[in-house]
């Protein structure tokens, strides 16, 4: 099991003891500062890096959001995932920071459960992006004389391997891995599994995600496949992920919903929008969807 490095930001030091007890334990090594100056010194300095931030939005001095907006502006810590806390839980106030930068939302006050969610579910998709990443870097030379091709699947084991082949072809391969990796695990859990948003949601909750994808897969009417196609054209790559299920009502996932933001779930799809392609489209009733990357200007 790999320690995950976290650091967390609050001016109110009862709220860093809450956290610690909640945290407390051989998986998280903690690093707890009162103020959002001196938590961009410990990111300047921090070896190891840091896994994760948690950050009080309202503080004296530099605000939270203010770190946060220099955080993503800096490509030293720009991929690091930040959960906001906050009792400022107005949408607009919620947009701003998710505009921000914030990937996750704990709305204060919160349930123990609610922390240990958010922060499994934060480290499961940091957990993701590590494995394509590996996988994206092994084969990009020779991927890169591939033009077309279309690929089977059918389990969430089965996606790391088919990432290293994917995001290989790609001019940004670890940009992509995270945008891929996405789509296919959605097209399995929600697509062939029909996982719905609020039976994951309870489900992280729970810490029972994991058990119930694996004890889906083993039905026999779960054994649907998802089919991955790619193709290469002069100025762009086309992912097209194509599902088994009944589809989704995909319209409401392309951009953060400010009234899900405190949710361990449901920001993939607008996070790989947002940071892989240079754009995504749905079709039909969400069993498929086209991404693509630009190979000229903008890439990734």
């Not at 082949?165 to 945008?179: E, H, M, N, R, T």
């Not at 097209?187 to 004890?215: C, M, Q, T």
């Not at 083993?218 to 089919?227: F, K, L, T, Y």
């Not at 240079?278 to 991404?291: I, K, P, R």
Request: aromatic residues 6%.
């Amino acid at each position: 099991m790999t320690q995950r490095h976290i650091l967390v930001v609050d001016d109110e030091p009862i709220n860093l003891m809450i956290i610690r007890e909640y945290l407390e334990g051989p998986q998280y090594d903690l690093d707890l500062v009162e103020s959002a100056n001196i938590a961009w010194q410990r990111l300047e300095t921090a070896a190891p890096a840091y896994d994760l931030v948690i950050l009080d939005r309202m503080m004296p001095g530099m605000t939270g959001i203010e770190l946060l907006r220099l955080m993503k502006a800096d490509p030293r810590f720009s991929t690091i995932p930040v959960i906001m806390q906050t009792a400022a839980t107005a949408p607009e106030q919620v947009r701003e920071g998710i505009e921000a930068g914030a990937y996750y939302y704990l709305a204060k006050p919160y349930e123990p459960e609610t922390l240990l969610a958010i922060v499994r579910a934060a480290v499961t998709d940091i957990e993701s992006r590590e494995v394509a990443r590996g996988h994206a870097r092994a084969h990009v030379h020779a991927m890169a004389l591939l033009d077309q091709a279309e690929f089977h699947f059918r389990t969430l084991d089965e996606i790391g391997p088919l990432i290293e082949i994917l995001a290989s072809l790609c001019p940004v391969p670890d940009l992509a891995a995270g945008g891929l990796t996405e789509l296919l695990v959605n097209a399995v859990e929600h697509g062939s599994l029909g996982i719905s948003y609020e039976e994951k949601r309870r489900l992280r909750l729970a810490d029972n995600w994991e058990a119930e994808v694996a004890r889906r897969l083993a039905m026999a009417e779960n054994i649907r496949q998802v089919r991955v196609s790619v193709c290469r054209h002069v100025d762009r790559l086309e992912f097209t992920v194509q599902d088994e299920g009944d589809g989704f009502d995909w319209q409401h996932y392309l951009d953060f919903d400010p009234e899900r933001a405190a949710d361990p779930n449901g920001r993939g799809i607008a996070m790989a929008r947002m940071m892989s392609f240079s754009a995504l489209e749905y079709q039909g009733n969400g069993n498929t969807v086209v991404a693509t990357i630009a190979l000229t200007g903008a890439a990734g």
